[in-house]
């Protein structure tokens, strides 16, 4: 019979893989890698997220590997904008672009099953090389193209079948969302071979979301019906069950931390991958909570770990010289706890609004 983790070492040993029980003394890049990919819906949470879990992070590493073409912004897991490292992108891409497929029959529909798929990645990909255009100016250019289709199906198509990378400053801190892209193939050169493949994928993310289902990775990576494409795999890794009896697999070796570790006060970004990255999240937010964190569809609020698992959410406000951090927390906590939130509070403040002229916090209990 496989090992019972319980639910408090499955939320320890997420939080020790996820760089959260400790700051790291790592550099940004390294720590990107670990950690697969982060999400990048909006640009400036991916730098509150690597704050959280470095020491000393500062601002302009994540916006020089940007720079330097080591990091890179691009649609990826979930169809969505994620931050992962150039090597990453090129092993990998080829392995979820099935998903970014799924995802645009998933998205438009019959808008799509019309489409001319070869005939736009033929005429989208000199276009968007030599012009580097923003999501508007290419729907502008294959509209041209193809008057009669439907030009956010026709942009979404490229941006699913043609490996599309951002170019800076898109997606660096403080830029907004308006981007401009360019062929993965231009900006990092030829894929340097085959894919890593869809073990080497499951392996990464055990390493930095496990012990995990093959159900969690499919949440976390977009992709479906994955456990026979998995069943080789399954069989070299060690098999756990969690408290309901559901199988979870991690890789041999791979220790579990203590339920009894310490877990300091985290505030964690908007879209931070920890809270999507399971289809039973409870390691990490309490299913009371979900709605609170999880406010649509499409957002996730930033929040705060108390005792390791969430337990707040924050927001970052400013108006002209004065930044506030408003944190609603969702039980009455101790004089103790409240200080350790208000001095992690405080520090994030100062990393999002450097430049202000004061600084304000509101704790107050979640109404």
């Avoid at 003394?25 to 909006?42: F, T």
């Avoid at 990464?204 to 159900?215: D, E, I, K, Q, T």
């Avoid at 939130?341 to 450097?354: D, P, Q, T, W």
């Amino acid at each position: 019979m496989p090992t019972t983790v319980t639910l408090r070492q499955l939320n320890r040993s997420l939080l020790a893989r996820q760089c959260l029980l400790t700051r790291e003394r790592s550099d940004a890049k390294s720590l990107i890698a670990q950690l697969v990919a982060l999400q990048s819906q909006i640009p400036n949470p991916p730098y509150i997220g690597l704050w959280t879990r470095l020491q000393g992070f500062e601002k302009q590493r994540l916006t020089a590997l940007l720079d330097s073409r080591e990091v890179v912004r691009a649609p990826l897991l979930r169809s969505t904008l994620h931050l992962l490292t150039a090597e990453d992108h090129q092993q990998f891409q080829a392995d979820i672009q099935p998903a970014l497929a799924r995802g645009l029959r998933a998205f438009f529909g019959k808008r799509a099953r019309s489409l001319n798929i070869e005939r736009l990645i033929a005429s989208a990909k000199p276009f968007i090389e030599a012009e580097q255009p923003a999501i508007g100016t290419l729907r502008a250019q294959l509209q041209a193209l193809e008057p009669e289709q439907d030009k956010e199906a026709m942009a979404y198509a490229v941006r699913s079948y043609l490996p599309l990378v951002q170019v800076p400053p898109s997606g660096t801190w403080g830029v907004g969302t308006r981007a401009t892209y360019t062929t993965a193939e231009a900006w990092l050169g030829a894929l340097p071979g085959p894919p890593a493949g869809l073990e080497a994928l499951f392996r990464r993310y055990l390493a930095a979301f496990g012990p995990a289902s093959v159900m969690d990775f499919q949440t976390w990576s977009g992709m479906t019906s994955l456990k026979s494409k998995l069943a080789p795999a399954l069989k070299t890794l060690t098999t756990y069950a969690d408290e309901q009896g559901s199988a979870l697999y991690d890789l041999p070796g791979q220790p579990l931390t203590s339920a009894a570790a310490p877990a300091p006060i985290r505030f964690l970004p908007e879209y931070d991958n920890i809270l999507i990255a399971h289809r039973d999240r409870r390691r990490i937010l309490p299913e009371a909570h979900h709605k609170k964190v999880f406010v649509s569809a499409g957002r996730v609020l930033g929040s705060v770990l108390i005792d390791g698992f969430v337990g707040a959410i924050w927001r970052a406000k400013r108006q002209k010289g004065r930044a506030t951090l408003t944190i609603s927390h969702f039980a009455p906590l101790a004089d103790e706890t409240l200080a350790a939130i208000e001095s992690e509070g405080e520090a994030l403040l100062r990393f999002i609004e450097e430049d202000a002229d004061s600084y304000d916090l509101k704790i107050a209990e979640y109404a």
